[in-house]
Structures are given as structure tokens and as C-alpha cells.
């Protein structure tokens, strides 16, 4: 391992602010990949509470049941890296004020559930926000077919798809996939973040 890489990458990342819009599958377990990976701040924004039906592909525990979802993933992000600075923010996204939460941030990652709520918020982010990337994800249901996923780079718009998923598979959401899509949007975001300077 390149050790002068690895400090020069570490030193990038830990004065980089990402948003993550969403806290469920994409959202909790995209924000975990980029703890690891040794980011500095993370701004989660999140209306939701920890349900038992989150457990099979959120990066939540059977004792956090009933909790904010930023709160307990607070909580599990500094289990891992207790000198991470989050700013969790328990708010339901609003058309119009949608870029508020992550004025801030060097790059945001979309993870919200409603296909029209996704919509809105990448089209406010680009309006209100247009020099910053926006990492999107579409296709995250079902499983097996890892093979499928690709990236479509349009600006400041960057977004991982299944663009075959069926509609068949919408109603199932299973960690495998969830988890490969979330950490693909980590992995864009880092590769956006670090671009040539390494």
C-alpha cells in the first residue's frame, strides 16, 4: 500500500463537506462508506424515524427502533470515527427550500425514496446550487444483475441506474443491491472529490 497516497487522500477528504439527502438505505449506509473513507463532515438531512422494516437494508440496530434516523445514524457514524463532525438535521424536504440544508456542501448525494420527490430536489440543487455535484441513484430494487449498473455523467449531475431494473422488482428492497448502489454513490463522490489531485 502506498502509504504517502493514502495520507495525501486522508488529508483531501477530511476538509470535504458532503450532504446526503435521505437517510434510509441509500442515505445511511453511503454516509457510513464515506466515514470510513475518512470525510470530514457530513450534513444528513431526514424527516424519518428507525422502523423495523428499515432494518434489512439500513444501516440501523433492533435498539434504535423509534429513534430519528439521524440520530441513530449519528450515532453509529461515531461509533466508527467519534471526531467526524455530522450535522444531522431532522427536517422533511420542502419544494422551494430543498437546497437550504446543504449550501455548504462540496457535493450532495440524493437518497431520497419518491421517484417525484428525486425529481424536484436534482432539479432544485442544479437551479439553486449549480456549481455543486449532485450524485443521484435510480434502480435500486431487486437483485442480482450488478453487471447492469452504470453512470451517467451530465454536468454537475451524476447519476448510477439500473436502467433494465423491472417494474416487477419495485416492491423489493434488498441490502445486497441497496447497499452496491449506496456504496457506488460513495465511491463517484470520492472519485468527484479527489479528481487529479493525487
Known amino acids: 500500500m502506498n502509504t504517502q497516497k493514502q ?9 470535504k463537506t458532503v450532504g446526503i439527502a435521505g437517510a434510509g438505505g441509500l442515505g445511511s449506509n453511503a454516509a457510513v462508506a464515506l466515514a470510513r473513507s475518512g470525510i470530514g463532515q457530513l450534513i444528513i438531512v431526514d424527516f424519518d424515524v428507525v422502523e423495523e422494516s428499515n432494518l434489512n437494508r ?16 449519528t450515532e453509529n457514524i461515531h461509533r466508527i470515527n467519534p471526531q467526524m463532525t ?16 446543504f449550501v455548504s456542501a462540496d457535493i450532495i448525494i440524493e437518497a431520497l425514496d419518491d421517484a417525484k420527490t428525486k425529481k424536484i430536489f436534482i432539479e432544485e440543487i442544479l437551479e439553486k446550487l449549480p456549481n455543486t455535484p ?24 451524476h447519476v448510477c441506474y439500473d436502467e433494465q431494473a423491472k417494474s416487477s422488482e419495485k416492491d ?14 460513495a465511491n463517484i463522490t470520492l472519485d468527484l472529490l479527489l479528481g487529479d489531485n493525487i
Open 7 to 15: 495520507k495525501r487522500i486522508k488529508e483531501i477528504l477530511s476538509k
Open 58 to 73: 439500513q444501516y440501523y440496530f433492533l435498539d434504535q427502533l423509534g429513534m430519528k434516523k439521524v440520530d441513530a445514524l
Open 86 to 101: 455530522i450535522d444531522s438535521v431532522q427536517l422533511k424536504l420542502e419544494q422551494g427550500q430543498m437546497h437550504t440544508p
Open 134 to 157: 449532485i450524485v443521484a441513484a435510480s434502480g435500486v430494487a431487486g437483485y442480482g444483475h450488478s453487471d447492469r449498473i452504470n453512470t451517467q455523467h451530465l454536468g454537475n449531475l
Open 172 to 185: 423489493v428492497l434488498l441490502a445486497p443491491k441497496v447497499c452496491l448502489m449506496a456504496n457506488w454513490q
